[in-house]
């Protein structure tokens, strides 16, 4: 990446630039490849602030299963329409409804239906895993991964397969200060409520950091970073204007982390993870502003 800083080496791992747009492709086919016979004749559904929508709703279309996504009544127009295009249905509801439908793993409309949750799964977690695989196939010898955290499934893959690899490697989640319960958490030691405060970086932050969640992640990292809107927007700006590649807030947030320079690394890999960004949005941002 083009950066100010010459003593500083900082790659990116271009999720972005998945078919869907983002990391969730790889957890998702995973997922529906695993599910079997019983997805098609059942349908599948998940719970999503648009991306996992997007990768379920593209893989199950292409194994013609039926596919619904439940999300926040302010899910970016962008990702909406993708989810549209590849022919789920969308159930729009309150943030803190998607969020129920997380921690119950149950939406009692689609009980008949395939639940397939969108991070805290074994088969999500897998698929996320191979990004740390091929991060130690081209930089055996990177210092420190940075990693967005939403609801801690693409932490937990790239970590665990790190870890496993070449454990003297540091991985760092990054949460925006608006949601940062897994900050909050490693300070108290338990998983612990926070308060959300919406924001244009739909993709990462929640209330809570799962129980389950909590327990895989916490030995696997070596803390979590938190950046604010503005140095996530600077960010997203900088990947435009230096680069020529667009990130959207999640995606972002690492490469903020890396820039802020809260975290010494001579070579550091940020996983963008995610490039839906609404026009709108990243047309204010290239005005200078933060949405």
Known sequence: MNSDDPTREIYLKLENLQPTGSFKVRGASNAIELAGPEAK??????????????????????????????????????????????????????????????????????VDSVFVHPFSDDRMIAGNGTIGLEILEDFPDVDTVIVPFGGGGLTAGIASAIHAEKPETKVYAVEPETASPLSASLRAGKPMDVERVPSFVDGIGAKNVLPEMFRLVRPLIHGSIVVSLKEIADAIRHLVERNRIIAEGAGAASV?????????????ICIVSGGNLDTATLTRILSGGTP
Not at 256 to 268: C, P, Q, R, Y
């Open 41 to 110: 004749g059942r349908g599948v559904y998940t719970c999503s602030a648009g991306n996992m929508a997007q990768a379920l709703a593209w893989r199950a279309q292409q194994n013609h299963i039926p596919c619904t996504a439940i999300v926040p009544d302010n899910a970016p127009k962008t990702k909406l329409q993708a989810i549209q295009r590849y022919g789920a249905k969308i159930i729009q509801v309150p943030f803190d409804e998607v969020w129920k439908v997380a921690t119950t793993r149950s939406y009692g409309p689609l």
């Open 256 to 268: 903020a982390a890396a820039l802020s320079k809260k975290v010494e690394s001579a070579k550091t």
